[in-house]
């Protein structure tokens, strides 16, 4: 069995891999030139925990192919970008046109399946009548599913095979012809349901992390005017058997949480208060920490701010909406000169000069933590005697000061 994967990115690579470990014969295809020729070479596009070795162990063993244009094959798998629009819309343009450009390849008994994150409907509105003007009968010559992709950067090999996956058919018969596909490679459960039920289990699986992680920094501040150890209250309240609190953190970034809400939203504006008081929260938060790097720093103008993270969260390379960028510009504009360093982006992804964690510190008046990072837990606190007054204020609760090197740490639950 042949399978086409579009989009070679976050979910689209692995996902193209695994199924040429198992045995399928895969041609990864992408528009960007530029990954076609690394996957070539050998090299990744992409970091991820563990994807160098299973990339050289599929690639050595089994078949994968990368193409920039697809090819026939028995099943096609769409997992392109669907990026947010201005307006806060879903961009459906890479899907429509990734569904466009195979439907020339399409022949009876073929399955298309959508890993992109989709707003609710757009399968049953959107995809299916592409392929129905084409001439197709969807469920019967063509089968046609939206299995969402779930997997957490930084543990997407072991989700994808481990979580449960949820495979959403046009009609039941696309569903089994999908869930046949998953089962060569998934441990997890595989729950078939409809399309567009699927669709919203994925948009409120985020939405519910969204509202949540909203709360924790509605609680971060609240605490810190009220002289609360917010921190604190998060871990105790956490010790009762029904309350999972989330942590606050500098805003939600990534292109999914931060994002999905927002395809809910989309489709029912007037129903969905509580999801756009959520994302209003979020948003807000870069804001709160630049106000408190101020308090913090003292307001002089000539103040440096070493940030030390830029990432949307620790321990990945995507900087896409990520929260640190927008605090930068709200430091910038406040007038404080920052300097940024990051362990995992390299500088030709950063639109701002890296430095290393002593050029970042030297001479600076705050060192701020805006993503956890596993190299900041071991931070060398020498390297802090450098700062021209040493103060941390750690938003992500990942900094426990171990040597005797005076400094001052802030985080969420000492910011009163
Ligand atoms: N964050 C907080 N506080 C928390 C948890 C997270 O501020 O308590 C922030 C992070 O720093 C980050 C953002 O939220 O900026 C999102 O991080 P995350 O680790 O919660 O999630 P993502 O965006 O990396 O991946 C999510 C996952 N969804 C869920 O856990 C429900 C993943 O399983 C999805 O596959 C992925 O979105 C996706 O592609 O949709």
């Not at 996957?39 to 050595?60: M, P």
């Not at 810190?224 to 871990?235: F, M, P, W, Y």
């Not at 837990?377 to 005697?385: A, F, G, P, R, S």
């Amino acid at each position: 069995t042949k399978i086409c994967v579009l989009g070679l990115g976050y979910i689209g690579f692995p996902t193209a891999l695994m199924f040429a470990k198992a045995g399928f014969d895969v041609i990864g295809v992408d528009v960007n030139e530029k990954v076609i020729a690394a996957i070539h070479d050998g090299r990744l596009h992409l970091e991820e925990n563990g994807l160098d070795v299973f990339f050289q162990d599929v690639r050595s063993n089994h078949l994968f192919q990368a193409m920039n244009a697809p090819v026939n094959a028995d099943a096609f798998i769409v997992a392109v970008p669907t990026p947010i629009n201005e307006d806060h819309t879903a961009n459906l343009s890479y899907v429509v046109s990734a569904v466009d450009t195979l439907l020339p390849l399409l022949s009876k008994g073929n399955t298309v399946i959508i890993e992109s994150t989709i707003p609710p409907r757009t399968v049953d509105d959107i995809v299916a009548p592409l392929l129905q003007n084409a001439g197709w009968q969807v469920g019967e010559d063509i089968y046609l599913a939206h299995c969402p992709e779930r997997v957490l950067p930084g543990k997407i090999l072991r989700e994808l095979v481990e979580n449960n996956r949820i495979v959403g058919g046009y009609n039941a018969a696309s569903a089994d012809k999908a869930a046949a596909l998953y089962e060569s490679f998934v441990k997890g459960e595989i729950v078939r349901t409809t399309a567009v039920s699927a669709e919203m289990i994925k948009l409120m699986e985020n939405t519910y992390r969204d509202v949540n992680i909203a709360l924790a920094n509605e609680l971060a501040i609240i605490s810190s005017n009220l002289g609360i150890d917010a921190l604190e209250v998060i871990r105790y309240a956490n010790k009762h058997p029904r309350v999972n609190l989330h942590s606050p953190g500098p805003g939600v970034g990534g292109h999914c949480i931060a994002v999905d809400p927002y395809f809910i939203i989309e489709k029912a504006p007037f129903l969905t208060p509580l999801m756009t008081t959520a994302r209003e929260i979020n948003n807000a938060m870069p804001e709160f920490v630049a106000e408190q790097v101020e308090r913090i720093a003292g307001r002089a103008p000539d103040r440096t701010i070493a940030v030390f993270g830029v990432t949307y969260k620790g321990n990945v390379d995507d900087i896409r909406e990520s929260p640190a960028l927008e605090v930068i510009s709200l430091l910038e504009m406040r007038g404080f000169r920052v300097k940024v360093h990051d362990p995992h982006v390299s500088q030709e992804n950063a639109p701002f000069p890296l430095y290393s964690p002593a050029d970042a510190l030297q001479g600076s008046d705050c060192m701020l933590v805006l993503a956890d990072h596993n190299e900041f837990k071991d931070l060398n606190e020498q390297l802090l005697t450098r700062m021209n007054r040493a103060v941390i204020f750690d938003t992500k609760n990942c900094i426990r000061l171990k040597s005797a090197v005076p400094a001052a740490l802030y985080n969420y639950g000492n910011l009163h």
